[in-house]
Nanobody, 118 residues
Framework: QMRLVESGGGLVQNGGSLRLSCTASKSIADVDAMGWYRQAPGKVREMVATVRNSGTANYANFVGGRFTISRDNAKKTVYLQMNSLKPEDTAVYYC????????????WGQGTQVTVSS
C-alpha cells in the first residue's frame, strides 16, 4: 500500500519561500498525476497544484505564478516550490493522487504545516 509523507513546512515571513517535499513509499513512475492540496483553519481542503508524468502542471488560481510543482520519479518525490508567500497561504499542505474532481486516491496523511507571518 502506497504511503505519502509530506515535509518541508515551517514558519516563514511574508514574501518568503519554502520547498515542500512529498516522498512516496513506493514507485510513483506509474502514477500519472500527483498533487498538492492545502487546508486552512475553518476552510475546506483545496487543490494547489497537480503534475503529470508528461510534465503538464495545473495550478489553482490563487497561486498566481508563485508556486512550481515538480516531480522526481527516481527519488519517488513530488515537490512544491513556494515563493512570495502570503499570510493567506497559511495552511496544512498535503500531497495525494488526484483521481476525479475533488477526489483523491489515497488516505490523507499528516501533511506539513506552513505558516506565513505578516
Amino acid at each position: 500500500q502506497m504511503r505519502l509523507v509530506e515535509s518541508g513546512g515551517g514558519l516563514v515571513q511574508n514574501g518568503g519561500s519554502l520547498r515542500l517535499s512529498c516522498t512516496a513509499s513506493k514507485s510513483i513512475a506509474d502514477v500519472d498525476a500527483m498533487g498538492w492540496y492545502r487546508q486552512a483553519p475553518g476552510k475546506v481542503r483545496e487543490m494547489v497544484a497537480t503534475v503529470r508524468n508528461s510534465g503538464t502542471a495545473n495550478y489553482a488560481n490563487f497561486v498566481g505564478g508563485r508556486f512550481t510543482i515538480s516531480r522526481d520519479n527516481a527519488k519517488k518525490t513530488v515537490y512544491l516550490q513556494m515563493n512570495s508567500l502570503k499570510p493567506e497561504d497559511t495552511a496544512v499542505y498535503y500531497c495525494n493522487v488526484p483521481t476525479y474532481g475533488d477526489y483523491v486516491g489515497l488516505s490523507w496523511g499528516q501533511g506539513t504545516q506552513v505558516t506565513v507571518s505578516s
